[in-house]
C-alpha cells in the first residue's frame, strides 16, 4: 500500500474556503451562530495544533509514565467538561465521575490493548492514546446526554421517586426508571448508529486506517473492535458515573439534595 | 402510633404553619383539612420525612422520624398522591414497577370494590379518564401490606359515585391507619377525625 498522500498548509489553509457556504447560509437566512461557529473553528484549529505539536513529541519519548499522564489528562478534562455542560455542582461530581472515567478506561484498555492486540507494550502512544481518546471521546458525549437526563429527571419528577421509594421501599427499585431513561437516552444514538455503519456511514478511525495504507480488511476488524470498545466503555462509564454519583446526591432521608444542580 | 409535636415549616421566607401538634391512634382514619397551600400535602410527606420540619418531631410507631428510623417507617407505609405522572402505560405494568405481580387478585378485588372491572388493568392509561386511572393506582397501592396508608387528595379525579365507592372500600380495611388530606365534604365526613389548618 503507497503511504498517504500529505497535504501541504497551502492546501489545508484553501480547505478553510469551504466554510464560506454554510456561513453565507446563515447569513442569508438571519441564522445568527456565525459567531460560535467561527470561535468553535478557531479553537479547533489552535488546539488540533498544539496537539499535533505535542502528541509527535510524546510518540517519539513514548514513555509509559507521560502517556498515562497525557490519558489522565484527557479524562480530566472529560469530566470538567461533563460537569460544566450538565450544569452539575463541582465539588459532588468530581470524584465520582473521575473514578468511573478511570475505572471504564482501565476495562477497555486492558481487555482492547492487553487481551485482543496483545501489545509487548502496553503503552504504546501509537495505541494507548488515541483509543483511550476515542473511548473517553465518545463517552463524552454520552454521558452529558445521560447524566443530564438523570439528574434532571429526578429533579423534575422528585413526585416520581417519593412515589416509588415509599411504595417498593427499596431505593435501587426506585432509582430504575431513572436510569432506563437515562441509558436510553444516552445510548440510542450509538445503537442507531451500529446498526447503519458501513451502509450510509464509515466510520473515522477505518476511513483514517485505510487512508493511512492499511488494507480495509485490517481497517474492518480495527473498527468493529473500536465500535465495541466504545460501546462498551460508554455504557461502563455512564453507569458507574450514576451509580457513584448515586453516594453523593442523596441526604441521610434518601431525599434528592437541593443543591446537585448550579442554578442558571 | 403517629404523633406530631409542634411543628413548624416555613418556606421560602414565609410562614406555612406553626405550634402543629396532633394524634393518630392506630387503626383510625384521619383527614387533614384546609385551604389550598396550608400545607396539607406537606404535612402528609413530613411523616414519611420527604419534607423536614424547621421545628418539631414526629413519632411514627413510637419511632422517632430522622435517619436511623427513616427506613422502618416508610416500610410501614403507603404513599397515594394526586395526578402522578407515571413512566407505565397501565396498571400490570404498574404492578410489576413496584414489585407487586403477586398481588393480581388482591388489586382485582379492590378494583371491583372501586367499581371497575379486572380487565382496567391492561388497558392504556392514554385511553381511560383521570378517575379510572386514579381508581387503578389506588387499587394497586392498597393492595401494599402496609399499616399506614397516605392520602393525598384521593377524590380530586373523581365522580360522587366513585368517592362513594372509595369512602366504602376503605372503611372495609381492618387494622390500617389512613392520614388523607383533603377538602371534600363526603370524604371529611366519612373519617374519624379532622385535623383542621
Excluded at chain 1, 84 to 113: E, G, H, K, Q, Y
Excluded at chain 2, 126 to 155: F, N, W
Aim: proline share 3%.
Amino acid at each position: 500500500m503507497n503511504s498517504t498522500a500529505d497535504i501541504s498548509y497551502w492546501e489545508l489553509a484553501s480547505g478553510l474556503l469551504l466554510f464560506i457556504i454554510p456561513i453565507s447560509l446563515f447569513y442569508i437566512y438571519k441564522i445568527w451562530i456565525i459567531k460560535d461557529v467561527l470561535i468553535g473553528l478557531v479553537r479547533m484549529l489552535i488546539q488540533l495544533s498544539m496537539v499535533a505539536l505535542y502528541l509527535e513529541w510524546i510518540f517519539e519519548l513514548n514513555n509509559a509514565w507521560l502517556n498515562s499522564l497525557w490519558v489522565l489528562v484527557m479524562i480530566f478534562v472529560g469530566v470538567f467538561t461533563t460537569i460544566r455542560r450538565v450544569s452539575l455542582n463541582w465539588r459532588m461530581f468530581v470524584l465520582p465521575l473521575l473514578v468511573a472515567s478511570i475505572t471504564s478506561v482501565l476495562i477497555v484498555d486492558l481487555f482492547f490493548l492487553g487481551w485482543v492486540l496483545k501489545l509487548d507494550y502496553f503503552f504504546d502512544a501509537r495505541y494507548f492514546i488515541p483509543i483511550t481518546g476515542m473511548v473517553l471521546g465518545n463517552a463524552l458525549n454520552h454521558n452529558i446526554v445521560g447524566l443530564s437526563t438523570y439528574f434532571k429527571g429526578l429533579s423534575e419528577k422528585s413526585e416520581l421517586y417519593i412515589f416509588l421509594l415509599s411504595n417498593t421501599g427499596n431505593k435501587k427499585l426506585a432509582l430504575n426508571p431513572f436510569i432506563t431513561d437515562a441509558i436510553k437516552q444516552a445510548l440510542n444514538p450509538m445503537i442507531a448508529f451500529m446498526s447503519v455503519i458501513g451502509l450510509i456511514s464509515l466510520p473515522g478511525m477505518m476511513t483514517g486506517q485505510i487512508l493511512g495504507g492499511s488494507p480495509p480488511s485490517t481497517a474492518i476488524k480495527y473498527q468493529i473492535m473500536i465500535m465495541i470498545a466504545i460501546f462498551v466503555g460508554c455504557t461502563i462509564n455512564l453507569f458507574l458515573s450514576i451509580l457513584f454519583s448515586n453516594r453523593f446526591i442523596f441526604d441521610a432521608y434518601s431525599n434528592l439534595k437541593a443543591n446537585i444542580l448550579k442554578k442558571k | 402510633m403517629i404523633k406530631a409535636t409542634n411543628l413548624e415549616l416555613n418556606f421560602s421566607g414565609k410562614q406555612i404553619f406553626k405550634d402543629l401538634s396532633f394524634f393518630i391512634k392506630k387503626g383510625e382514619n384521619v383527614c387533614i383539612s384546609g385551604p389550598s397551600g396550608k400545607g396539607k400535602s406537606t404535612i402528609l410527606k413530613m411523616l414519611m420525612a420527604y419534607v423536614i420540619p424547621n421545628e418539631g418531631s414526629i413519632k411514627v410507631n413510637q419511632l422517632l422520624v430522622n435517619p436511623e428510623n427513616i427506613k422502618t417507617i416508610r416500610n410501614k407505609i403507603i404513599w397515594i398522591p394526586q395526578n402522578i405522572n407515571l413512566p407505565v402505560n397501565n396498571g400490570l405494568e404498574l404492578m410489576e414497577l413496584l414489585n407487586l405481580t403477586n398481588q393480581r387478585n388482591r388489586v382485582e378485588e379492590l378494583l371491583h370494590e372501586l367499581g371497575l372491572e379486572s380487565s382496567f388493568l391492561n388497558q392504556d392509561f392514554a385511553q381511560i379518564s383521570g378517575g379510572q386511572k386514579q381508581r387503578v393506582i389506588i387499587a394497586i397501592c392498597l393492595s401494599i401490606e402496609k399499616d399506614i396508608i397516605l392520602m393525598d387528595e384521593p377524590t380530586s379525579s373523581l365522580d360522587e359515585d366513585a368517592i362513594n365507592k372509595l369512602i366504602s372500600c376503605v372503611s372495609k380495611l381492618k387494622n390500617k391507619t389512613i392520614v388523607s388530606a383533603s377538602h371534600h365534604l363526603g370524604w371529611m365526613e366519612s373519617t374519624d377525625k379532622i385535623i383542621e389548618l
